[in-house]
């Protein structure tokens, strides 16, 4: 297994290009695991989650953007957006 975060992110990309979501999201973890300040990757985990409706995780990867980027408001807005989506789903449920 390789361990170098570019390379990682590369097979995560070629894995999203092949339509297979699992190995997708396995090689961005790891890539991030190994270097947690792409924004590529994290936005794309933050992505990921919000898709499988994980939002208590994809909150924490856009907050993490949000830490490396503080002058970008869409990573605030992301944060915002859903917290406020989970709140909704948990009150729903």
């Known amino acids: 297994m390789p361990t170098d975060p570019g390379i990682l992110s590369r097979l995560g990309q070629t894995f999203v290009k092949d339509d297979d979501e699992s190995q997708a999201f396995h090689y961005h973890s790891e890539s991030y695991r190994h270097y947690p300040v ?5 936005s794309w985990l933050g992505v990921w989650y919000v898709k499988s409706e ?3 995780r994809a909150i924490q990867y856009f907050e993490r953007a949000a830490e490396i980027q503080p002058k ?7 944060v915002t957006r859903y917290v406020m989506g989970w709140m909704f789903v948990g009150v729903h449920r």
């Open 72 to 78: 970008e408001v869409k990573w605030r807005l992301m």
């Open 38 to 42: 792409n924004l590529e990757v994290i």
């Open 54 to 56: 994980m939002y208590e």
